[in-house]
């Protein structure tokens, strides 16, 4: 079945970069929507970005547009998560997620539409 780790996460001040990892295996088809969600003590899990490694379209909440930038190495398996201009706000629990299936603009940001889950990386960001 399809397998996915995230890595990547860590501690760093606000204004700061990381760049999170989702590598990926077991997978049977071609295409999926692959998707980054992150949850916060106390809040729901909410989507931060998703590519659709069919044609590589992407998607991003709005909160998050014109930091954060979201690509794959396909020849690696891997799914990454490029986070710029990190703020306190964007402290979470960040779980890569992956379905086959279009990233339609109408349920990228469902947390049920995944069928697989990765065990998430930790991301702290101090002011």
């Known amino acids: 079945q399809v397998q996915l780790v995230e890595s990547g996460g860590g501690s760093v001040q606000a204004g700061g970069s990381l760049r999170l990892a989702c590598v990926g295996s077991?997978?049977?088809?071609?295409?999926?929507?692959m998707g980054w969600f992150r949850q916060a003590p106390g809040k729901e899990r909410e989507a931060v970005a998703a590519?659709?490694?069919?044609?590589?379209?992407?998607y991003y909440t709005d909160s998050v547009k014109g930091r954060f930038t979201i690509s794959q190495d396909n020849a690696k398996k891997t799914l990454y998560l490029q986070m710029n201009s990190l703020k306190p706000e964007d402290t979470a629990m960040y779980y890569c997620?992956?379905?086959?299936?279009?990233?339609?603009?109408?349920?990228?940001?469902?947390?049920?539409?995944?069928?697989?889950w990765g065990q998430g990386t930790q991301v702290t960001v101090s002011s």
């Open positions: 997620a992956a379905i086959r299936a279009i990233c339609r603009s109408t349920y990228w940001r469902n947390q049920y539409g995944y069928d697989f």
């Open positions: 077991g997978f049977t088809y071609h295409t999926y929507c």
């Open positions: 590519f659709y490694t069919g044609d590589d379209s992407t």
